[in-house]
């Protein structure tokens, strides 16, 4: 079975600075992986995902992150954060054609002016 | 297009009662998964359907069941409720081959 784990549980930050969140996953074969964000009271929305092909993904509100199949990673990165990325982020794995997504336990980013 | 749709958005209910959510999803997405969502256990899988038919489940105990009508609409029941399900409900929806699910905006039970 899949696994998730997210190495920081609280990120603070501060605005205009650039930040990181850290996943890794576990599984002996192939995933897709996702990012996905909550704000308060919300539900998830996604911000992007990686399917196959190129390791470098692009999503929404500048975020990026970067498929590591050596490493078994999936790191979100956005360079310039604003107070309105102030949420939970959520990184999460499917093995294909299983249906069910596995999520880690989350990742509060909170941005300071 | 719509999102996915949840109803109702918030929801109390006493231990021992019983409980229905609804879930409308994204026009054309045939499938329909159902997620809990605890400070302590964190995002943890129900069940997903297809085409009316159940074709994955999490480990929940057996009063927690779904089901999905022909119009790929989804609904979730929670039976002899407990202190401990009080949680947020996710509905996502995926359009097959299934790859990427789209979240609705949930509904918040409290048992009391």
């Known amino acids: 079975a899949q696994s998730v784990t997210q190495l920081d549980s609280q990120v603070p930050v501060f605005e205009e600075a650039p930040v990181e969140l850290r996943c890794n996953y576990s599984?002996?074969?192939?995933?897709?992986l996702f990012w996905y964000v909550q704000y308060p009271n919300q539900g998830l929305q996604l911000l992007l995902k990686?399917?196959?092909?190129?390791?470098l993904v692009k999503g929404i509100n500048g975020f990026e992150a970067e498929f590591n199949k050596s490493q078994t990673s999936f790191h979100l990165r956005k360079p310039s954060v604003h107070i309105s990325d102030t949420a939970e982020y959520f990184c999460?794995?499917?093995?294909?054609?299983?249906?069910?997504?596995?999520f880690g336990a989350g990742t509060t980013v909170t941005v300071r002016a | 297009k719509a999102g996915v749709t949840q109803t109702p958005r918030y929801l109390i209910k006493t231990r021992g009662q019983q409980v229905t959510l609804s879930c409308s999803p994204i026009?054309?997405?045939?499938?329909v998964s159902w997620y809990q969502q605890t400070p302590g256990q964190g995002l943890q899988f129900l069940f997903e359907?297809?085409?009316?038919?159940?074709?994955n489940k999490g480990n929940f105990p057996g009063r927690f069941s779904g089901r999905q009508f022909s119009n790929s609409r989804s609904e979730m029941n929670v039976s002899t409720l407990e202190l401990g399900d009080s949680a947020l409900y996710l509905c996502?929806?995926?359009?097959?081959?299934?790859?990427?699910?789209?979240f609705g905006p949930g509904t918040r039970l409290l048992v009391l």
């Open positions: 996502a929806s995926s359009f097959p081959p299934q790859e990427t699910q789209y």
């Open positions: 990686y399917l196959s092909g190129s390791t």
């Open positions: 026009s054309g997405h045939r499938s």
């Open positions: 599984s002996s074969v192939s995933v897709y």
């Open positions: 999460a794995v499917t093995l294909i054609n299983d249906y069910k997504l596995s």
């Open positions: 359907y297809f085409s009316e038919t159940q074709r």
